[in-house]
């Protein structure tokens, strides 16, 4: 009995490890892509809140960053994209359309409602040059590159 119940015992330490391990290499590959989608819930007139993924790529050339975002079910009028410094935000609105007024959902996996995501550009890009194209529910956004300056050093002068 002892030997079969340390068999058990070791079988749920393993089968905990490997769901463990699971869980944080989900958490880490797309943590970032978790995003929070608020949506004004008609029936009650409050906001309700859900999480939802926004996955991205983020690839560095010589000459430019391109950004691939996939946003599926979206308008691109319902997108906005702004840079500020270092900091690439790409939020918007994505519809809840029923299809039809028969029946209930028992399952509704999908994010809906408006939403912003914020990515840190790893150089200065040229945001008056950027460009953006959204197609089959992909956003790609292109920045040129600078030679901008991220930062300045400050001199530290004696007191007078």
Same mark, same amino acid.
Request: overall charge negative.
């Given at each position: ?18 769901l ?7 958490r ?8 929070r989608f608020l +949506? ?10 859900g ?16 950004? +691939? ?6 308008n ?12 690439l ?12 007024g ?26 008056e040059?950027?460009?953006?194209r959204?197609?089959?529910?992909v ?14 050093r ?7």
């Amino acid at each position: 009995m002892d030997t079969l119940t340390a068999h058990w015992r070791q079988g749920a330490q393993q089968a905990w490890a490997s769901l463990a391990e699971g869980w944080n290499d989900l958490r880490r590959r797309a943590g970032g892509a978790l995003t929070r989608f608020l +949506r004004k819930d008609a029936a009650e007139g409050e906001d309700s809140a859900g999480w939802g993924l926004v996955s991205a790529d983020l690839r560095v050339e010589d000459e430019r960053i391109i950004v +691939r975002m996939e946003l599926p079910g979206m308008n691109r009028e319902d997108l906005q994209i702004d840079i500020d410094g270092d900091q690439l935000s790409v939020s918007g609105e994505k519809h809840f359309e029923q299809e039809s007024g028969d029946g209930s959902y028992r399952l509704l996996q999908c994010a809906y409602g408006s939403f912003r995501r914020d990515l840190i550009l790893p150089h200065a890009v040229d945001a008056e040059r950027t460009q953006a194209r959204y197609r089959n529910g992909v956003l790609r956004i292109d920045m040129p590159r600078t030679d901008g300056d991220s930062g300045r050093r400050i001199p530290v002068r004696a007191a007078d």
